[in-house]
T-cell receptor
Framework: AQTVTQSQPEMSVQEAETVTLSCTYD???????LFWYKQPPSRQMILVIR??????QNATENRFSVNFQKAAKSFSLKISDSQLGDTAMYFCAGRSGNTGKLIFGQGTTLQVKP | DTGVSQDPRHKITKRGQNVTFRCDPI?????LYWYRQTLGQGPEFLTY????????KSRLLSDRFSAERPKGSFSTLEIQRTEQGDSAMYLC???????????FGPGTRLTVL
């Protein structure tokens, strides 16, 4: 069975600072994909960043980057220069290459403070 | 590209009633997914379609739930004999052939009284 675990229910960060959200996953699949989604309050979920588990290089999208540790099955999200608009619930998710479904973690609520 | 749309956005019903939700995916997206999200939790997979074929169903999708995508475009999710435990946000997502990025709609919030 595939599982995705986020152990930080809530986090806060000061505007312009850096924050890291943790995620671990468990799967026996080698063809696996990992994602971070952002869900702002009362707004729809949007993709932040994706990582192919067979690639060693960490994905980066502007202020967002991942620290992918394959042996530890860890997939953390680093947000640099935090902005007030980053306030949202963040979900880590995984997908096996054999299926279309995403398996989501429990989510981390991030509050960016001015 | 108008995004994934869902209708209605909110639905309040009484226990035992049937409800139907609609999802319109992004044009030319051949995969369509349904998820259920309860308050403060991550979405849980229900089912997905590739064109009109329903390829996978979760065990969460009891006999009271049925989903269709008759022409490979929009999809409907029906819940029969609703129960209070069905109260949740129902999310639809779609993806383009050859990519795995799922684009989510705004969701339908169901409240069963």
């Amino acid at each position: 069975a595939q599982t995705v675990t986020q152990s930080q229910p809530e986090m806060s960060v000061q505007e312009a600072e850096t924050v890291t959200l943790s995620c671990t996953y468990d799967t026996s699949e080698s063809n696996y994909y990992l994602f971070w989604y952002k869900q702002p309050p009362s707004r729809q979920m949007i993709l932040v960043i994706r990582q192919e588990a067979y690639k060693q290089q960490n994905a980066t999208e502007n202020r967002f980057s991942v620290n992918f540790q394959k042996a530890a099955k860890s997939f953390s999200l680093k947000i640099s220069d935090s902005q007030l608009g980053d306030t949202a619930m963040y979900f880590c998710a995984g997908r096996s290459g054999n299926t279309g479904k995403l398996i989501f973690g429990q989510g981390t609520t991030l509050q960016v403070k001015p | 590209d108008t995004g994934v749309s869902q209708d209605p956005r909110h639905k309040i019903t009484k226990r035992g009633q049937n409800v139907t939700f609609r999802c319109d995916p992004i044009s030319e997206h051949n995969r369509l997914y349904w998820y259920r999200q309860t308050l403060g939790q991550g979405p849980e997979f229900l089912t997905y379609f590739q064109n009109e074929a329903q390829l996978e169903k979760s065990r969460l999708l009891s006999d009271r739930f049925s989903a269709e995508r008759p022409k490979g475009s929009f999809s409907t999710l029906e819940i029969q004999r609703t129960e209070q435990g069905d109260s949740a946000m129902y999310l639809c997502a779609s993806s383009h052939p050859g990519t795995d990025t799922q684009y989510f709609g705004p969701g339908t919030r169901l409240t069963v009284l």
